[in-house]
């Protein structure tokens, strides 16, 4: 789902800048999981999708599934990254979701290092590394009020246990709550233009934690930071950093210091709360896992990916932008929603980019439908030359998305296409006969009764006329 | 009754004994000894007779059960078993019965073996003498007041006591080489890779491998080519099908260069007896009589290896047995919350050597102490692989004990853990370099008991190896 609601840009205090990282975890889209060919797939009945090695029995052994590699070097790539020889490693740590107390994951030998990523307003993040891991399972705590603290039992599902996931990790560049939330929008526009990932924050499928500090404006000191998690969606990314930065700056203010923490979003209350401390956090006890060997990824490999990578969304956004005569801001969600092809052809056949943009972003968010270049800039063109309104236009558009067809004859059978100038004229001209006074007081420069005319223009025509056409032929009748 | 592997299995092919017979022989003598012995943590009588009714069948049919036909294979009670308990001698598993088979497992039955039970090991493959299982110690067939060596003791006195011509073990740290020395029965550890681990219960993964237990050469040999070569369910498996080592076992050792490992032939490592140094030179003497080139060469950093050894297979061990939690299968002891289960499970099915390795383990993998213990030791592994390549570019094969000394008592080392570890010093090194080594039983020590002498030989050199074993198998009287 995309945010589109309006974003009001939270003020810090005065003289204060966030510093945000962002560590994004996301499930790669392979048809089987990371280590076995039990199948990747959400919203199967609880343990299904198991087998001896995603269970972690005793003396099942992984095998690693190439394609989720090639997914992760794709990846990899399309943040800029170095693509490296990378070390599978474990991750110790005792937790019931975790079949074999250990993960599997990588650590000091990530396949992917030092890339970035330009959010669509040009501002550039760095990555600093995207690393492949295995998924855990997932917990549900029955009884008492359903939280781990006084719950009776523990059911565990492991069908995700062992599903490839890429954990992308930016650098602290993130200056605002606007940018961390391009961010988010900006890697799940990424993920899924080149396919390695449905990036769902609501099913999980895209996990965003959010390392925050605060520093005065003019530092560049790295001040204590608290890792938020539990952020389920773009809206509370941007809520939880807001808050958690205010949390710090008034801890700084009365005198004291934040404590390094993880912290966890209550999207229902909006706040965090403290979570582990990072003092008497686990030690992994990371080690090379000695039942995968190295991967070492020729450099053929890496060429034959990044050959077949498709356009990425910002050089989307700057074809796009271009060719539509605007900034690569505005054709954003465009490309997000992946029209951008159509609204590049309906511009090479000769359609206004402002007027192609303007309906995909407002009336054609569900889908183009059977929508072509053609009769989208044969639409345009009628639009542009005054021989539709928007609000006809946009009824033609309904039905070319419905069923296809020539937006001519469409406006025909809607009575659309008789509404040209030389109608409203006569129309006009009647109006000026019946009502000199009110003409004369126009003409004088009293534009209070420029509603009366257009009121009366739009009854005469049922609605089917263009105020724009209508104010237009006013200005020109009274001018000359 | 025949005794190897091989006649067993040429005579069942050809008709000429029953698997089913043979079986029940082998059954009768478990039946006469196992008490006293306790090599089984499983007797499997009723799934053997099956089987075998099955192989006969097949015979009958005019079809070939393959090279093991009707020959009873023990196996140590660390490769699972479909639907059978498979138990790692721990009080932990002790009810667990796996869902599938081990690849060693599955590559048995296709070539036509019985398995006719699961043997007793050190719990987890963690001791010397098997006496650190949770269901009792078991015992050396020459000479019950003592040990059978270990983890693999089960198997080992499987084969000398006549139980079962060939058994399988695993060898982290020569826990099938010792056992076999002691206990007077070829001992095989393959080249690391060799042998798929698929359903092997993970001690330390990247020093663990399978091997073969038998009375010769020649049958170890077999069983080797019965269960070595890919398994795509193995990523540390060789890509390559089972070295042919049966091929060249006649072939002798006229031409070939020989090194007696000074380090762990009395002139480096303490406590290696005199009567096990003596049967070596013998070992070595036969050989040079037999064409070979015999020269005493160093390979200096195998005296680190037993620390080296020490810190890796406890920090794998640390986190390969963390699963062990209560959660999932085997034994569960309930507490207030999922942190204390874990913890009263893990405090109650583990025993103490157990116990001691995972808190070695976990120190030596601890933030802080990482690149002193466990970085430190993986710099040594190479050390040790570096030295090796060197003497290997001098020699075909190399020699040393398999074992400090013959069987011990029942009891002697259980109280100091650093002796019961010593034990390991001559076999450690090809685990740590992933070299292949065998032990071929070459005689008694003064006190009567077998000695064991090791082959070793470089990477993938399993076939070489082989060939040495048996030339020093032929010396013998
Ligand atoms: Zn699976």
């Not at chain 1, 590049?344 to 569900?366: C, P, T």
Request: charged share 20%; hydrophobic share 40%; net charge negative.
């Amino acid at each position: 789902m995309t945010d589109t609601a309006p974003v009001v840009e939270p003020t810090l205090p005065d003289g204060w800048e966030l510093v945000v990282g962002l560590e994004v975890h996301c499930e790669l889209s392979t048809a089987t999981k990371l280590f076995c060919g039990c199948r990747n797939r959400f919203g199967d009945d609880p343990n299904t999708n198991v087998c001896p090695v995603c269970l972690g029995l005793p003396g099942s052994l992984p095998v690693l599934n190439g394609s989720a590699v090639d997914y992760a070097m794709r990846l990899g790539l399309a943040l800029n990254c170095t693509v490296n020889p990378a070390v599978f490693a474990r991750k110790n740590y005792f937790y019931p979701d975790m079949p074999k107390d250990y993960q599997v994951t990588q650590y000091d030998l990530p396949t992917s290092t030092d890339g970035h990523l330009e959010l669509p307003d040009g501002t550039v993040v760095g990555i600093e590394r995207a690393h492949i891991e295995e998924d855990t399972g997932k917990s549900t705590h029955v009884g008492g009020s359903g939280r781990i603290h006084d719950a009776t039992h523990s059911l565990v599902d492991y069908n995700r246990a062992g599903i490839p996931l890429v954990e992308i990790v930016s650098r602290p560049d993130i200056r605002t709550v606007e940018s961390a939330r391009a961010y988010a929008s900006e890697l799940r526009a990424i993920l899924t233009s080149i396919d390695v990932s449905d990036a769902k924050m609501e099913e999980g499928s895209m996990r965003v934690d959010a390392n925050v500090s605060v520093r005065p404006i003019g530092s560049d000191e790295l001040r204590t930071r608290c890792e938020v998690k539990n952020i389920n969606s773009i809206r509370s990314l941007g809520r939880a950093i807001e808050y958690e930065a205010n949390r710090h700056i008034d801890l700084y203010d009365s005198g004291q210091t934040p404590r390094q923490e993880t912290r966890h979003w209550d999207e229902a209350n909006g706040r965090s709360t403290s979570g582990r401390s990072k003092e008497d956090s686990e030690d992994y006890r990371y080690f090379p896992e000695p039942d995968l060997v190295p991967l070492d990824p020729t450099g053929a490999q890496v060429d034959a990916i990044a050959e077949a990578m498709p356009p990425l969304p910002s050089a989307r956004r700057h074809a796009l932008a271009d060719a539509a005569g605007l900034e690569a801001g505005s054709v954003a969600l465009v490309v997000e929603r992946g029209q951008d092809e159509l609204a590049l052809a309906a511009i090479s056949a000769g359609a206004d980019g402002g007027i192609v943009i303007k309906h995909l972003e407002n009336n054609l968010a569900d889908g183009t439908g059977e929508l072509t270049a053609e009769s989208f800039a044969a639409l345009a063109a009628m639009e542009a030359d005054g021989r539709l309104s928007a609000t006809q236009a946009k009824t033609v558009l309904t039905d070319l998305v419905a069923s296809g067809g020539d937006p001519t004859s469409i406006a025909a059978a809607h009575g659309f296409e008789a509404m040209d100038t030389g109608e409203l004229d006569a129309i006009l001209d009647r109006l000026i006969a019946d009502n000199p006074d009110e003409w004369g007081r126009f003409v004088d420069g009293d534009r209070k009764v420029q509603g009366f005319f257009v009121g009366q223009i739009m009854k005469a025509t049922k609605g089917q006329a263009d105020g724009k056409v209508v104010n237009m032929l006013m200005q020109q009748r009274a001018a000359g | 009754m025949a005794t190897t592997a091989l006649e067993v299995a040429s005579a069942v092919r050809a008709g000429e004994r029953s698997a089913r017979a043979v079986v029940e022989e082998h059954l009768a003598v478990i039946g006469e000894r196992e008490a006293e012995v306790h090599a089984f943590n499983l007797v499997m009588a009723d799934e053997a007779r099956e089987r075998a009714d099955a192989v006969d069948a097949a015979v009958a049919a005019g079809s070939d059960p393959g090279p093991l036909a009707g020959v009873p294979v023990a196996l140590k009670d660390n490769m699972c078993t479909r639907g059978v308990p498979t138990t790692c001698s721990s009080r932990i598993l002790a009810q667990w019965r796996p869902p599938y088979d081990a690849t060693t497992v599955e590559r048995l039955t296709a070539a036509g073996a019985v398995i006719i039970g699961k043997t007793n090991l050190d719990e987890f493959a963690m001791g010397s003498s098997t006496e650190n299982s949770a269901f009792g110690p078991t015992k050396n067939p020459h000479d019950t007041s003592r040990v059978p060596g270990g983890s693999s003791g089960g198997s080992a006195a499987a084969v000398a006591a006549g139980f079962a011509p060939l058994a399988l073990g695993s060898d982290t740290g020569g826990s099938v080489r010792q056992p076999a020395a002691l206990c007077g029965v070829v001992g095989v550890k393959p080249t690391y890779g060799a042998v798929s681990r698929y359903g092997l219960l993970a001690f330390a993964s990247s020093l663990d491998q399978i091997g073969p237990f038998a009375h010769t050469v020649a049958d170890a040999a077999t069983l080797y080519e019965a269960i070595a070569g890919h398994d795509p369910r193995d990523s540390t498996s060789i890509p390559e099908p089972a070295a042919p080592v049966s091929s060249w076992l006649d072939d002798g050792v006229d031409g070939m260069r020989v090194g007696v490992i000074s380090e762990l032939s009395g002139g480096g490592i303490e406590g290696i007896a005199s009567d096990v140094q003596a049967r070596v030179r013998v070992a070595a003497d036969a050989l040079a009589a037999a064409g070979a080139t015999v020269e005493e060469t160093s390979v200096p950093s195998v005296i680190y290896g037993l620390t080296a050894y020490y810190l890796i297979a406890p920090a794998e061990a640390s986190s390969n047995l963390a699963r062990y939690d209560g959660v999932r299968y085997g034994l569960r002891v309930d507490g207030p919350n999922t942190e204390a289960m874990n913890v009263a499970t893990r405090t109650a099915g583990f025993g103490d050597e157990v116990k001691r390795r995972i808190m070695l383990g976990t120190y030596a993998l601890s933030a802080g102490y990482y690149d002193a213990y466990y970085g430190k030791a993986q710099r040594v592994r190479t050390l040790i692989i570096d030295d090796f390549a060197a003497a290997y570019e001098k020699y075909d094969v190399l020699l040393s004990p398999t074992s400090p000394t013959t069987a011990f008592e029942l009891g002697a080392k259980v109280a100091d853990p650093m002796t019961m570890y010593v034990n390991d010093v001559c076999t450690i090194p090809s685990n740590l370099a992933g070299h292949p080594a065998i032990s071929v039983p070459y005689g008694v020590g003064d006190d009567g008991l077998p000695v064991g002498v090791q082959v070793l030989a470089p990477l993938m050199g399993d076939v070489t190896m082989f060939r040495v074993a048996a030339a020093l198998e032929r010396s013998l009287p």
